[in-house]
């Protein structure tokens, strides 16, 4: 690999890292389209194995940077990941079962839908209680006090569907959780980004070590030193950027980013 192309790796990674920390992803839904443009020819599933390896350095480095706020649904995040591991082995067996072309339209389709409701919806609002509901109070280092109640079965299949979906588009899952767990499991978007990041840690590290375990390792795995090293470095400064922005303009930009990413992969697929 020429420095140039090293070069230009990093500085991909660090400004995927700065703009994933912020919205509350791992950054998996701007590095498989890179991937599968840097390695046309490789198989969905060696794409999938080295974007979820990025993803996990991502929101590790992520989850490490804001734990120290306490805002974290340690709870909430474990019944997730319950959900989320299993559904997300079956989403890894199906990378290997899916034609690229495929793959890469019903990415494309499912990205540009989830814009859409993201645009739709910027912001959750303040929702009325629901019954029954799993009633969660967090107090943060600051103080600040978040009480929310989570309705437990309009929340179950939603999230084995992203779950799925994300394993299987070789992503995190932050773009499909964060308006999951904001929306439908009425999570403030305080806590909802913060959990997300260590659900999908947890997410990315079994599937990717399924892969493996699978023999899915190849070419895309040599750009991983270099990306990992830009989205790691680049976490204080999404960070802040999160803490400066509120809810509105990070979830348009959510939106923007996938509506770029949705066209390009249906563009290349055409």
């Not at 080295?50 to 480095?61: D, E, F, K």
């Not at 645009?119 to 967090?138: E, F, H, K, M, N």
């Amino acid at each position: 690999m020429s420095a140039p192309e090293v070069v230009a790796l990093f500085a991909a990674g660090y400004v995927i890292g700065v703009y994933a920390t912020a919205i509350g992803a791992g950054g998996g839904f701007l590095v498989a389209p890179l991937l599968l443009l840097r390695y046309p020819d490789a198989e969905p599933a060696l794409v999938t194995t080295a974007s979820l390896t990025v993803v996990a350095l991502a929101s590790g480095a992520a989850s490490a940077t804001v734990a120290r706020e306490g805002r974290v649904d340690h709870r909430l995040v474990l019944a997730l990941a319950l959900v989320a591991v299993p559904a997300g082995l079956f989403g890894a067996v199906g990378t290997s079962l899916v034609p690229r072309r495929a793959f890469e339209l019903g990415f494309a389709a499912l990205l540009g839908l989830l814009a859409l409701y993201v645009l739709w919806r910027p912001t959750a609002g303040v929702q009325p209680p629901v019954q029954p509901a799993w009633r969660r109070r967090l107090v943060d280092r600051s103080g600040t006090i978040f009480s929310y109640g989570i309705p437990i079965r309009a929340s179950i299949l939603p999230n084995v569907a992203a779950s799925f979906m994300a394993a299987l588009g070789g992503i995190g899952g932050g773009t499909l959780g964060i308006p999951i767990m904001t929306r439908v499991m009425r999570v403030p978007h305080a806590v909802a980004v913060p959990s997300m990041h260590l659900l999908i840690v947890i997410q990315s590290v079994v599937v990717v070590l399924f892969h493996v375990g699978l023999g899915h390792a190849g070419d895309p795995l040599r750009d991983v030193p270099w990306l990992g090293a830009g989205v790691v470095l680049a976490t204080p400064a999404g960070h802040r950027l999160r803490r400066t922005l509120g809810e509105g303009p990070l979830m348009r930009a959510l939106a923007a980013g996938l509506i770029v990413v949705a066209v390009r992969m249906a563009w290349g697929a055409l």
